[in-house]
């Protein structure tokens, strides 16, 4: 059952509780290899549901627009200081509300309608707030968008260099949401010192191994760094945006009263929680041993012949091109799904397939690794996603049926936090 207890939420709508204890426990019953999904403690689950929920609070600590604030100030001292530290950064900003706001919050901050910004493009496994055409990034700004190179799969530093001196973007963003290899800041940093672009890393997805010291750090490259919460951070669902001094004071004013209202108290002080325990010499275990299933999941998938894109990982994330499978991204996904193996159907870079219907699978190793398992348990992993992608392709749902019982019987010994 779902840890901690609903029981008055089970007296009150017996419905949405029944509805949340099935999640808990479809949770506990599958592989999850989504990469931006995460398990959060049981702490953060508490701190998250608590009753600070029922508290306004627009401003910042010592400046607000409410009175009683003699208990949220020091909560989002404590996350803002906590993040500091961790981090090694001169500002934190914990309010935005998540990934997205807190990536809006950067253009407001440093950049006019119309300007031009530049990202890596969405197919290529950019983000659609890095100026995407569908995003409001890429209707109110002049978007331009590097790539990577066909050959390596890996992000084409001279196109980057190439198109930032071509169209002097005042915001030139790193990062993405689906790229496998360690992201290049100081290359990127000489980029936009030479076209005096502010440099911003969104390091949503590898925020924890940052933290944990299994990724190079951002900080000294970049400016201005955004980041969401949970992911390999495994904190709620929220964002924060670190700075040097000389960028805090914009920043501050695009969150509030730029973009948002009050803050969500109830995940500041989740917040607080998942960065104590990102300071624990326990976590920089974790954020390693991420890494090392990552690594070891991508070879036993070579071993069985899927092509990756880069050929490998060098962080929790794979991206798999399954064109050689003869099945599309989505059938794939859908049919791990039906054995308990939950990833996402994702884009490759020079994808001839529609979004929608794309020719890859993303997946990562973040939350496997929190329930426990190691590089020993990644071949039978691999063995299992292969075998249900020869099923899919063949609509053998009894092979299906066979790799679920296998993977519940397996996961059923390593317990998920939230769960009891």
């Not at 990102?278 to 990552?294: I, T, W």
């Not at 894109?309 to 794979?318: A, C, F, M, P």
């Amino acid at each position: 059952m779902h840890n901690p207890p609903l029981p008055e939420l089970a007296v009150a709508d017996p419905e949405i509780a029944g509805l949340v204890e099935a999640e808990a426990a479809r949770q506990q019953a599958s592989i999850r290899l989504i990469a931006s999904e995460n398990y959060v403690s049981t702490a953060v689950l508490e701190a998250s549901g608590s009753v600070l929920t029922n508290k306004y609070s627009e401003g910042y600590v010592g400046r607000r627009y409410y009175e009683g604030q003699q208990v949220t100030d020091p909560i989002e001292t404590l996350a803002v200081e906590r993040a500091k530290a961790l981090f090694g950064v001169e500002h934190a900003n914990v309010q935005p509300y998540s990934g997205s706001p807190a990536n809006l919050a950067v253009y407001l901050a440093f950049a006019q309608p119309g300007d031009t910004v530049m990202g890596l493009s969405l197919p290529m496994g950019g983000h659609l707030t890095h100026g995407w055409s569908v995003s409001a990034t890429g209707k109110w700004f002049r978007s331009v968008r590097y790539g990577v190179r066909a050959d390596t799969g890996r992000i084409d530093l001279d196109e980057a260099r190439d198109l930032a001196r071509a169209e002097r973007p005042k915001i030139i963003f790193c990062g993405g949401t689906a790229i496998p290899r360690t992201i290049d800041f100081p290359a990127f940093a000489e980029i936009a010192r030479e076209v005096g672009a502010v440099l911003v890393a969104d390091i949503a997805h590898i925020a924890g191994l940052i933290a944990g010291g299994a990724h190079p750090s951002p900080v000294g490259h970049a400016p201005v760094i955004s980041t969401t919460t949970h992911k390999t951070l495994r904190g709620p669902r929220g964002a924060m945006l670190l700075s040097d001094a000389e960028h805090a004071t914009a920043l501050d004013k695009a969150v509030f009263p730029g973009l948002q209202g009050g803050p969500h108290n109830h995940t500041t002080a989740a917040i607080a929680v998942a960065l104590r325990e990102a300071s624990a010499p326990s976590f920089r275990d974790y954020a390693h041993a991420v890494v090392a299933n990552a690594q070891a999941l991508a070879g036993a998938l070579v071993e069985r012949g899927f092509d990756l894109v880069s050929g490998g990982t060098d962080n929790h994330l794979i991206l798999i091109d399954l064109t050689g499978k003869d099945i599309g991204g989505k059938p794939a996904a859908k049919a791990l799904d039906a054995a308990g193996i939950e990833l996402n159907y994702n884009a490759v870079p020079y994808d001839k397939r529609k979004p929608f219907d794309p020719s890859g699978v993303r997946l990562g190793t973040a939350a496997i690794t929190t329930r426990g398992l190691t590089p020993a348990h990644m071949p039978q992993l691999a063995g299992w996603i292969d075998d249900v992608v020869k099923a899919a392709s063949t609509e053998d749902t009894a092979a299906i049926e066979r790799v679920r019982a296998q993977v519940t019987e397996l996961i059923s010994s390593f317990p998920m936090p939230g769960f009891a």
